[in-house]
């Protein structure tokens, strides 16, 4: 495992990453590119990163790769997105397997092209058993519809009488969260990058006692120094969710 940078304390390296990926567009339009060029350089930033996020001992990455309100932008930008999402898989699954990556795919995948839902299909099942490292991608996906949707579910169980009304807990909802998929489903860090300060409809459940970090560099200038300074400032925080000191 690498050394890691000088300040940081392995023993206190958040288990779960999430990050709003802001910028790519405003990164672009600033260097003459078009917004492909900028979504593509966003794309090539995540998987630079991800070595650095498992030779720090993060077990889980979750990024926001496309929103159920992004659907509202043109359809050649839409198409786009659409087909950098299928690339990343297509191009990448491989070193994915031989570097012991796990993919999941979180949101409303049925209304997604369905050569990008086939290749999603693949992915998750061939890097099903990787253990390195848990790459999660939010691809339409709104934390709000999360929410929803685990209660629709549980609301059939309840039908079915598989379960009582009043056995329903936060254990019982967020076992149908998307983010049951992983062992630790709960963000200790959000990074957004951008200079926007809100959360924009991501895991609107799971964030409750995250840490937040607003970071003002775009998300394909955000590397190496930009996730240190990150993980240096939620080491040096006191994490008491909702009580007087860290348990």
């Known amino acids: 495992m690498k050394e890691l940078p000088a300040g940081l304390i392995r023993e206190r390296i958040p288990k779960h990453v999430a990050v709003i990926m802001d910028g790519n567009r405003r990164w672009a339009e600033e260097k003459g590119l078009t917004t492909l060029e900028g979504h593509s350089a966003g794309l090539e930033r995540i998987l630079e ?117 009043e056995d329903i807990d936060e254990t019982i909802l967020a076992q149908e969260l998307g983010t049951n998929c992983t062992e630790f489903p709960y963000p200790d860090l959000l990074i957004r990058t951008g200079g926007e300060r809100r959360i924009s409809n991501f895991l609107m459940w799971q964030l409750a006692y995250t840490e937040i970090h607003f970071e003002l560099a775009y998300w394909p200038d955000f590397g190496e120094n930009e996730l240190v300074k990150a993980l240096l400032s939620y080491q040096a925080r006191n994490r008491r969710f909702g009580g007087e000191t860290a348990p």
């Not at 049925?110 to 890097?127: D, G, V, Y």
């Open 49 to 165: 990163l991800l070595p650095l996020c498992y030779n720090y001992g993060i077990k889980v990455l979750t990024v926001f790769a496309f929103s159920t309100e992004n659907w509202r932008r043109s359809q050649v930008e839409v198409g786009s997105i659409m087909k950098l999402g299928e690339k990343l898989f297509t191009e990448n699954l491989e070193k994915f397997t031989r570097d012991g990556v796990r993919l999941s795919v979180i949101g409303d995948s049925m209304k997604l092209p369905s050569s990008l839902q086939r290749w999603i299909t693949k992915a998750t099942e061939t890097t099903k058993n990787n253990s390195r490292i848990h790459l999660i991608m939010a691809i339409n996906y709104g934390g709000r519809h999360d929410i929803i949707q685990a209660c629709q579910k549980i609301s059939h169980k309840v039908k079915d009488g598989v379960i009582k009304p």
